[in-house]
């Protein structure tokens, strides 16, 4: 395991990387592999920009956000005007099927409802949300009910992730049941454990994936 003081130096530097977060002022701790992020940004987008460039660092267990977020005056919305841009920009994204996500907004933290067929188009509605101007959080509840009934070929999403240059395949196990994919075994960071999920996801007639995938940092 990295020592503590090298594992902050290198949280630092990745997300002094990231031109979104250059001048932003964050703070990072590290203990035994667990990073704390402190600090205050104007977007909710810096905040999960800070906390994906965090989970890219090799040693990295662990992320306790703690990042502040705070409007310039020129930003600040009522939830009404948040409501309305989100709605707006969620119908113009072709990703996501019209009419089908329901919003909430209080206090600048939105939820996302309803029900879709691709775990993908859930991202993207996320993802749109993200960027938004008076967002301070987002909680996606949208449920994935998929349009395919055959049972998921486990064997397709063993191909998948063996083809994926990103993931080693050699020690993740996936188990199949019915509707619902679960990822067992050990990966070497928080970016690979993401992406042998989103495989999972990509597979036709997901609508789950439990993700006990491990850590292990036995390397660094």
Do not use: C
């Not at 590290?30 to 800070?50: C, M, N, P, W």
């Not at 709605?87 to 089908?100: G, K, R, Y």
């Not at 939105?110 to 909680?139: D, M």
């Amino acid at each position: 395991m990295k020592r503590n003081e090298d594992l902050q130096r290198d949280v630092q530097d990745a997300i002094r990387w990231e031109p979104l977060l250059s001048a932003a002022e964050i703070g990072v701790t590290a203990k035994d592999g667990v990073i704390t992020l402190t600090g205050i940004v104007d977007s909710y987008a810096k905040k999960l920009e800070a906390e994906d460039a965090a989970k890219k660092v090799a040693g990295v267990r662990a992320i306790a956000q703690e990042i502040e977020i705070r409007f310039a005056n020129s930003n600040k919305k009522n939830d009404a005007e948040v409501a309305t841009e989100i709605v707006t920009a969620l119908t113009s994204n072709f990703e996501i099927p019209e009419n089908l996500v329901q919003v909430k907004v209080e206090n600048g933290f939105v939820t996302l409802e309803g029900e879709l067929s691709w775990n993908y188009q859930k991202e993207a509605a996320k993802r749109v949300v993200n960027h938004l101007v008076g967002v301070k959080g987002v909680t996606n509840n949208i449920r994935i009910k998929s349009e395919f009934a055959d049972q998921i070929e486990k064997v397709e999403i063993e191909k998948a992730l063996f083809r994926n240059r990103t993931v080693d395949s050699e020690d993740i196990h996936v188990e199949v049941s019915g509707n619902k994919v679960t990822l067992n075994g050990t990966v070497t960071s928080f970016y690979e454990r993401g992406e042998a999920e989103r495989m999972a996801w990509n597979a036709p007639g997901v609508s789950k994936v439990d993700n006990e995938l491990l850590i292990d940092y036995a390397g660094f």
